[in-house]
């Protein structure tokens, strides 16, 4: 009996809880509004864009308008899928949102979900960036969905150690002249090869080939996988096939360590100093000098690409079209990335501006990278960024390039020949862009 | 089981009339209050599940299913998106990707589940004997399990290092060359079934053992009595009696193992892990309907994946529960015969 009284008492008091909780949830009501004109923007980043000091500046000059920084220091990865959700939801994102490179590409042909910021005067800034960066955040019919921040540049960074072994000059002005050419590059790693055997003279051919492919087509078509009008011209632009060429080349000179761009093993490989070369854009100096430690310093040096100048990496500033203050975020948009807002943030952080004008300023100019033998980085990296010409490159850029990159790492692996690896990478490139 | 049921007082939820039926609640609560506890509080003691299932299970697996018969961009509205019917269903099953994605999934599966159940019984009788320090032990064997998938997948991608692997170091004493492991289908499946095993093990030696537990120890003694090896044991009598634990722990595998998702993830590494691999030689089904949905913005194709892998889910789960029958009832029988004698 007494359990029986338990058992009812508690069905009672499960009652009783039940109807207060639901009265609880219809009695939250939203805090009286209207009451300030305070206006909160969220600045969705991802690592560190080093803004802090200007977003100061900028409240100061704004007593209405508070900044929040969301995701400093995150991973690229999980900022993006983050990203992704929130848009697709349509509510969570930021009022600005940081687009990598790679990542605006694809939200080219999603315009719809930013606010263009050409309504918003940035139409008349062109002046205030790398043409090649400002045309990237463009779209084709002219939306401006996002403005750049730092761009990646490139270089060629070195082991002076492993050139020294090998018997090659280790002065960066005598290795940029060892390869005006990639030729003249693949012949230096053969000479490379053939006295020291325990190393590659490049990490993995990946990301050379996309180094490679920009180049050719700056100076070739303007465009990569897609022309203009959107059409796939992976197997009819001569750039793309050029390129692939070349990168087979650099491997059946077994040039390459075999070694996947962000794997463990590829960490390793700057440990165990099991590559000469790396393409090397400015922020993978900072990787360079995570991976390697204190051991590394001094054993690297920084020399000019082969074939000009070339980028990998960047990062623009968008305002989603679900922001409440489209107007005021597009306003801060446009003060992070003016030239001083550049340069400030490369003093910050060491982001290499996208400007012209802040490629120019002294600061920037001056700067020398002490890890790598002195090498003075701003005025190297502000080379490569300039020397490279625009190029067009659709929005389903990014599945086609990881086609081909994939293509070429079975060449690689050993697992396909080069002619059907080519063969994979049109099909699947096309099946990717559909 | 007939019997069981009969003899326990609950309150019965479905039951049509007033409270008197109920034989343990006789006139005492004659209040409307009480009338209508009696009546509908199980319903509210069961409703916060339906409530949570409904919001969290149903209407999302529903409205997925709307989602994948659309072609459903990112940024799309379901105002905005086209209608597709079932164009999606029919594009992957004439896609080898996809294809590629599914026989990737049952191979890690099969290659993953049979020796860790093998493995999982066999420690679970080892467990099961007199040993010193037996707690520990059996604690011990969990411990992989409580280890994250990360730090799993970080130290077994070193050990499978082309380079500086250990496991390329051992078999390079048995001249074998040094082996890409991310670089072939049946060597990264490997790599991944092996990772999936050594946390999932001790997890399933645990059930075993608990099954095992509740065998009556005289009809050991009575074997060894009659001289029954400790093996012949093992093989006739322990496992015959954990039919129902093992249908258990396959059914509970087959689910995990047909979702497999971050140990191949983080095995592939590099930048675009959910490819899994140069060629997809690792992409299981659920970084297949990542790739859709991260890589592609393809959300209506997205949803068209996770609903083909439910689908794929229920066939095996259909198949098991046929299996479960047919052994239940021979064990029915086999009891039957038992008792005639």
């Known amino acids: 009996m007494s359990t029986n009284l338990r058992r009812r008492s508690f069905a009672a008091i499960a009652l009783a809880a039940a109807v207060t909780l639901g009265a609880a949830a219809c009695s939250s009501e939203e805090p009286g509004n209207g009451t300030t004109e305070q206006i909160t923007l969220n600045v969705d980043v991802f690592g560190n864009f080093g803004y802090e000091e200007l977003y100061k500046q900028y409240m100061a000059e704004h007593p209405n308008i508070k900044i929040v920084e969301r995701g400093t220091g995150s991973q690229l990865d999980a900022h993006n899928q983050q990203l992704t959700q929130r848009l697709a939801a349509g509510a969570g994102a930021g009022d600005i949102v940081a687009l990598e490179e790679g990542v605006i590409i694809s939200y080219l042909d999603k315009a719809n979900l930013f606010t263009d910021l050409g309504e918003f005067g940035a139409k008349d800034l062109a002046g205030n960036f790398i043409p090649w960066k400002f045309q990237q955040g463009t779209t084709a019919d002219g939306k401006i969905l996002g403005l750049g921040t730092d761009v990646g540049s490139m270089a060629m960074c070195y082991r002076t150690d492993l050139f020294k072994k090998a018997g090659l000059p280790t002065d960066r002005a005598a290795v940029s002249a060892l390869w005006p050419t990639w030729d003249d590059y693949i012949k230096t790693g053969q000479t490379f090869k053939s006295k020291v055997k325990d190393a590659g003279f490049i990490d993995a051919v990946t990301n050379t080939y996309n180094t490679i492919l920009m180049q050719k087509a700056g100076q070739g078509a303007g465009y990569t996988y897609f022309d203009k009008s959107g059409a796939m011209t992976i197997d009819t632009n001569p750039a793309v096939k050029d390129s692939y060429d070349l990168a087979v080349k650099i491997l059946d000179a077994g040039l390459s360590a075999k070694l996947q761009a962000w794997t463990q093993e590829w960490n390793n490989g700057f440990k165990q100093a099991q590559f000469a070369t790396i393409a090397c854009p400015a922020w993978m100096t900072g990787y360079i000098t995570e991976q390697n430690g204190a051991d590394g310093k001094g054993k690297w040096d920084i020399a000019a690409a082969p074939g000009g100048g070339g980028n990998w990496g960047g990062s623009f500033l968008a305002v989603p079209k679900q922001s409440k203050h489209a107007k005021e975020a597009a306003e801060l948009v446009k003060f992070l990335t003016n030239p001083a807002g550049q340069t400030a943030a490369f003093k910050s952080k060491g982001n290499l501006p996208s400007s012209p004008q802040a490629l120019g300023d002294a600061a920037v100019k001056a700067a020398v990278n002490e890890y790598f033998s002195n090498a003075p980085t701003g005025d190297i990296f502000a080379k490569g960024a300039l020397d490279l010409k625009p190029v067009y490159l659709g929005a389903k850029n990014a599945p086609v390039r990881t086609a081909v990159e994939n293509a070429l790492r079975t060449v690689e692996q050993g697992t396909k020949s080069s002619a059907d690896a080519w063969t994979a990478a049109v099909t699947d490139g096309k099946k990717a862009a559909q | ?341």
């Open chain 2, 1 to 341: 089981m007939a019997v069981q049921s009969s003899t326990r007082p609950e309150v019965a939820p479905g039951q049509r009339r007033g409270g008197s039926q109920l034989p343990m609640e006789p006139q005492r609560s004659k209040g409307v209050l009480g009338r209508l506890d009696i009546k509908y509080s199980p319903y509210l003691y069961i409703a916060p599940f339906f409530v949570v299932f409904g919001i969290f299970g149903l209407w999302p697996l529903i409205y997925t299913l709307r989602m994948s018969l659309y072609d459903w961009d990112l940024g799309s509205t379901i105002e905005t998106a086209k209608f597709v019917g079932f164009d999606n269903f029919a594009m992957f099953l004439g896609d080898e990707d996809f294809w590629n994605s599914v026989v990737n999934t049952l191979a890690m599966f099969l290659m993953s589940t049979i020796p860790q159940l093998i493995l999982a019984l066999i420690l679970a009788n080892a467990l099961n004997k007199r040993l010193r320090g037996r707690t520990l032990l059996r604690m011990g064997v969990l411990i992989p399990n409580i280890t994250s998938v990360a730090a799993v997948a970080i130290v077994f991608t070193q050990l499978y290092n082309r380079d500086f692997g250990l496991i390329n170091w051992f078999l390079g004493f048995f001249g074998v060359d040094p082996i890409d492991w991310t670089a072939h289908s049946w060597s990264s499946w490997v790599a991944i079934s092996s990772m999936v095993d050594w946390r999932w093990t001790g997890y399933n030696a645990l059930i075993f053992l608990a099954a095992m537990q509740s065998i009556p120890r005289d009809i050991y003694e009575s074997a060894s009595i009659d001289g029954a090896s400790a093996w012949r044991q093992f093989w006739t009598m322990t496992v015959p009696m954990l039919r129902p634990t093992i249908i258990f722990v396959t059914i509970i595998s087959t689910i995990g193992g047909l979702q497999l998702y971050g140990e191949p993830l983080l095995f592939t590494g590099g930048g675009n892990p959910l490819l899994g691999g140069s060629d997809r030689q690792s992409q299981t089904v659920t970084m297949f309907l990542m790739e859709q949905f991260y890589m592609k913005f393809e959300l209506g194709r997205a949803a068209t994946v996770a609903w083909l892998l439910f689908i794929m889910i229920l066939i095996f789960s259909v198949i098991n529960f046929l299996f479960t029958r047919s052994l239940r009832s021979a064990d029915g029988k086999a009891k039957q015969r038992k008792v005639a004698r």
